[in-house]
């Protein structure tokens, strides 16, 4: 329950307006100093002497001139780095990325960061390790990560705290939902947020998060491993939320290859297949029952009549066919990666789709023989036409 109480939409943004009061609080302290009469001379005829030719003799001049002056000035700057960063280290938690006035206040963030670090001269004066901006960055990202996944472990962890003894119901529901809604914010984050941390800082958001979640993606593998054996009240229910989940770590791998290909190291989601192969063989069994039931209820509702005057076949054919298509939707949908297995698992699907059929065929005829007479005297009908013409 707590993992549906945090996906539900309004606790994941709890601190956001925390991180709104910040933001102000820190714009007012810049404009408090900025607008100090002395304080204000000194920021711009250091931007202005910084970007000279003879910048280094004019620099020393205007240190030996102003060198207290200069020393609070870079300090008041690197408290407002400090609490920017704060903020960005949190950004995950604290901002809506999907909500385009709470993105417009990120990149404020990120642009005030960017203004600070093109000061050179006050850049030195920070520690070695404050002095790159594109570090400083990804380090904030990283930690925003962990910040915002954590949630979500949490829950993971309360949902399977019983090791699945009982059964995994709680603990799929829990994967589930985390990991769709890991998907959508990564779209999102794709979409609004990663572009602009490129284009100021020249960061690759996305590779960030597949880099910091790949070290929980093992536990992932050894849930399902533990799913896939433990009792569940409804199996077609596991089948159907397994799926989902396969499909959902399939479309995380499509959006993460373009990022983390250029990143040494083994990446855990490259192998989320294996994370399923003891449920595949499951999926497919439970399609070919659905179909099986599908072709049943067909023929018992079939009456025999024509679809239209030019289409001479009766409408269990079309739900057949129907359902033999949403098989082979299934089969494409599911892009084993691995060419071999893949072989071994179309080659079960394509003789389970025989087999039903097969047994179509065998129904049919059964309706048919029902146009005979008791005697076995051949009547010949528009219902029998349309039933053979199937």
Same mark, same amino acid.
């Given at each position: ?29 810049l404009?408090?100093? %900025? ?66 006035s ?16 093109? %000061? ?31 949630? =979500? ?47 100021? $800082? ?26 896939s ?13 397994? =799926? ?14 373009a990022?983390?290909?250029? $990143? ?33 209820e ?17 409408s ?28 071994? =698992? ?13 047994? =179509? ?8 023989d ?21």
């Amino acid at each position: 329950m707590k993992a549906r109480r945090m996906l539900g939409g309004g606790e994941l943004r709890t601190t956001y307006h925390l991180g709104m009061d910040r933001w102000t609080l820190q714009q007012k302290v810049l404009s408090s100093f %900025m607008l100090s009469s002395d304080l204000s001379v000194i920021s711009t005829k250091l931007l202005s002497i910084s970007q000279s030719s003879s910048a280094t003799k004019k620099l020393t001049q205007f240190r030996c001139l102003f060198s207290y002056q200069i020393s609070q000035l870079f300090n008041n700057l690197q408290e407002i780095l400090t609490s920017t960063l704060n903020v960005l280290n949190n950004h995950l938690v604290d901002f809506d990325i999907k909500s385009s006035s709470s993105v417009e206040s990120l990149k404020e963030h990120l642009l005030l960061v960017k203004k600070l670090y093109s %000061m050179e001269e006050f850049v030195n004066s920070l520690p070695s390790n404050f002095r790159s901006s594109t570090a400083v960055i990804e380090t904030a990202i990283q930690k925003s990560i962990v910040s915002w996944y954590s949630m =979500y472990a949490t829950s993971l962890s309360v949902a399977s705290s019983n090791e699945l003894e009982e059964n995994s119901d709680e603990t799929l529901a829990a994967l589930s939902g985390i990991f769709k809604h890991v998907l959508n914010e990564c779209n999102a984050l794709k979409e609004n947020v990663a572009p602009i941390f490129m284009k100021l $800082f020249e960061v690759d958001y996305l590779a960030h998060i597949f880099l910091t979640l790949n070290s929980h993606f093992e536990h992932v593998a050894r849930l399902l491993k533990s799913i896939s054996t433990s009792k569940v009240s409804n199996e077609e229910h596991l089948l159907g939320v397994t =799926y989902q989940l396969y499909l959902t770590f399939q479309a995380l791998k499509q959006l993460s290859q373009a990022s983390v290909k250029r $990143f040494p190291g083994e990446q855990q989601l490259n192998s989320y297949h294996l994370w399923f192969i003891h449920f595949v063989t499951r999926w497919i069994n439970l399609a070919t029952a659905k179909c099986k039931k599908g072709i049943i209820e067909a023929i018992k509702n079939d009456e025999a009549i024509a679809m239209t005057e030019d289409v001479g076949y009766s409408s269990s054919l079309v739900d057949t066919m129907t359902l033999f298509h949403n098989m082979v939707v299934f089969w494409k949908h599911l892009q084993w990666p691995d060419p071999e297995k893949a072989y071994s =698992y179309l080659s079960v699907l394509i003789i389970s789709i025989a087999e039903a059929a097969l047994y =179509y065929v065998v129904e049919v005829y059964k309706k048919a023989d029902q146009c005979f007479s008791t005697d076995g005297k051949f009547i010949a009908t528009v219902q029998l036409c349309t039933i053979l013409n199937n």
